[in-house]
């Protein structure tokens, strides 16, 4: 049972750390889930070179956003889905995202595309609090990162571990991890540079998906990360700030 709780990330922004605090004070659930969770590698293949893959993201606000969009997240989703959405995200933590775990159940039982569990899991017993097909990692703040990719693989879920530096790259590898999400947010000054992942993917192994999660707004931006190797596109803000059908097509839609 995998139910150590990291040290204090004292290099990470306050905003970071206050979401950190908030996570360390949520429990999970006493009740194991099992997953059977709909395939997203087999999701991605069916797509050909009709669409560019993209996970669009359900996610109501965040720290480094204004405002909140209050849609009914079944009918984002679906708009996403319409859209061109290859897989949906969805937020869970509640204190500085608006997300709940009510929100990504809702949406996984009106969809039927992959849905990913967003959200700063510290321990074991947090993967038990929703059924996903996919479900976040975050390398960093995994004190123990094979052990809780071994626990998530366990329920049924496929594992999306994110990381943002060539160490945290090479845990993730260490760890097993089949499907690595390169982030281009620094998590110290929440500044975005998109060369984070044209750094990072070339070390990542031929037989693991890669995706590029944030900064992502524009079909070029699509284009130059889908360039540099990405298998998978996680985007949130800029679909979320638009016309989400239209955003998505946009996005999803390579150039003719």
């Known amino acids: 049972m995998v139910d150590r709780t990291p040290p204090v990330e004292s290099s990470v922004a306050p905003a970071v750390r206050s979401i950190l605090h908030s996570a360390r004070t ?32 359900i996610k109501p606000t965040s720290p480094t956003t204004d405002g909140i969009r209050a849609d009914d997240p079944v009918a984002l989703a679906q708009s996403m889905i319409a859209g061109g959405a290859a897989a949906i995200s969805v937020l869970t933590e509640p204190d500085h995202f608006g997300g709940s775990i009510e929100t990504l ?25 929703v059924a996903a097909d ?20 366990e329920r049924g879920f496929q ?6 530096s060539r160490e945290e790259l090479r845990s993730a590898i260490e760890a097993g991890a089949s499907i690595i999400g390169i982030n281009n947010r620094d998590l110290a000054s929440l500044t975005v540079d998109l060369g984070t992942f044209e750094r990072l993917a070339p070390a990542v192994p031929d037989d693991r998906l890669v995706v590029a999660e944030s900064g992502m707004s524009t079909p070029a931006d699509c284009r130059r990360m889908v360039a540099a190797g990405a298998d998978a ?17 946009d996005l999803t839609t390579p150039a003719q």
């Open 26 to 57: 949520r429990s999970g659930d006493t009740d194991r889930v099992s997953v059977d969770a709909r395939s997203f590698p087999d999701r991605l293949a069916a797509l050909g070179d009709d669409r560019r893959p993209v996970i669009a993201e």
């Open 159 to 164: 594992v999306l571990v994110e990381v943002h």
């Open 105 to 129: 159940t809702r949406v996984r039982n009106a969809v039927s595309v992959p849905v990913l569990r967003k959200d700063f899991i510290l321990r074991e017993s947090q993967l038990d609090a």
């Open 134 to 153: 996919l479900v976040l990692l975050i390398a960093r703040f995994c004190n123990d990162l094979p052990a809780m990719v071994a626990a998530a693989r």
């Open 233 to 249: 596109l996680l985007i949130g803000t800029a679909i979320m700030d638009g016309d989400v059908t239209t955003t998505t097509r």
